[in-house]
């Protein structure tokens, strides 16, 4: 592995760490402050992010989406699907990449409630794909 590959790596792993830290010491509306505008999933907004999307752009949420998907095996802690659409988020974010995160919830199996999150960038499935059928969107920040 390369040395850009390896930053992009240190910096997916830092960017969960941050993501499970604020998680565990501010509430969740706080956090999502920095996501931007919830919205319902049909909102045109949502239907229309990548738009104007370049092939550059595409290629970052790619490699992204590879950093995080690479790391999260390897964190010290369990790097569920939210905190890894909050990593890659950031990631695109820094790098002026509109990215749309995704929140879903269904009937779990042994479980009364099964949710999930999931992020889009440039047309490309970031993090948290393949989302299940039984998973209903209920709402995205963009």
């Known amino acids: 592995m390369g040395p850009r590959r390896q930053l992009l790596v240190a910096e997916a792993c830092i960017s969960m760490l941050v993501a499970r830290v604020s998680l565990a010491i501010f509430p969740f509306r706080r956090v999502a402050k920095s996501f931007g ?46 905190q890894q659409a909050m990593a890659a988020h950031a990631m695109l974010k820094r790098r002026r990449i509109v990215s749309i995160m995704h929140f879903g919830a269904g009937k779990g199996e042994g479980k009364p409630i099964d949710a999930h999150a999931w992020l889009d960038a440039a047309g490309v499935k970031v993090t948290g794909y393949p989302v299940a059928p039984t998973l209903a969107e209920l709402g995205c920040f963009v």
């Open 37 to 82: 505008v919830m919205v319902p999933p049909n909102d045109p907004r949502v239907l229309a992010y990548a738009d104007g999307a370049t092939e550059e752009q595409a290629r970052t949420a790619r490699m992204v989406s590879w950093a995080v998907r690479v790391s999260a095996p390897h964190m010290p802690f369990r790097s569920v699907c939210l």
